[in-house]
Antibody, heavy 117, light 107 residues
């Protein structure tokens, strides 16, 4: 069965960076996109961008272009998202998802990021 | 960006009844619409894609319809496990955007 296992909760200081991981199993990693989605506490969902694990091609929401960097390691079936120059506005739960193109048909359990000094 | 307007924001209904949630896109999204269910404390799950196609494993009491700018999610024979927040998402163009969510409560 498809499983996306995300790294644990992170507490980071303002101005720092954090790198979240998402290990995929149960399917051919390079056949499907990986999307990342942000959910601020009690709020709706925001699409950050996606990466094609086969080619490394990325497509970002303009809003997150200078905030997020998406990468993959095909040897370990793991996707990564690095968030830089963190502020309190970046405190949220971040999900990686398996994308059947632009439909998100499997989701990781989410990773909570708290930005606080 | 395409704006997705969902209504209502909150819905209370009785077990066994049917409910509808609507999603209006700010421009024609040509049926490129998905619906997700998010139960409290969990990640969202895909219910419907391409406006009306049921994702594998999703009960048939869930159905989707619509075209152009207006779409509907219908849940028939409401069950206790349907308590959740429901989101629509378009994939007509970038950026992908979601509706603001509809929180469903069972009376």
């Amino acid at each position: 069965q498809v499983n996306l296992l995300q790294s644990g909760a992170a507490l980071v200081k303002p101005g720092a960076s954090v790198k979240l991981s998402c290990k995929a199993s149960g399917y051919t990693f390079t056949d499907y996109y990986i999307h990342w989605v942000k959910q601020s506490h009690g709020k709706s969902l925001e699409w950050i961008g996606y990466i094609n694990p086969n080619s490394g091609y990325t497509n970002y929401n303009e809003k997150f272009k200078s905030k997020a960097t998406l990468t993959v390691d095909k040897s370990t079936n793991t996707a990564y998202m690095e968030l830089s120059r963190l502020t309190s506005e970046d405190s949220a739960t971040y999900y990686c998802t398996k994308g059947n193109y632009y439909v998100m048909d499997a989701w990781g359990q989410g990773a909570s990021v708290t930005v606080s000094s | 960006d395409i704006q997705m307007t969902q209504s209502p924001s909150f819905l209370s209904a009785s077990l066994g009844n049917s409910i509808t949630i609507t999603c209006h896109a700010s421009q024609n999204i040509k049926g490129w619409l998905a619906w997700y269910q998010q139960k409290s404390g969990n990640a969202p799950e895909l219910l419907i894609y391409k406006a009306s196609s049921l994702q594998s494993g999703v009960p048939s009491r869930f159905s989707g319809s619509g075209s152009g700018t207006d779409y509907i999610l219908t849940i028939s024979n409401l069950q206790p496990e349907d308590i959740a927040t429901y989101y629509c998402q378009h994939y007509q163009s970038f950026p992908l955007t979601f509706g603001s969510g509809t929180k469903l409560e069972i009376k």
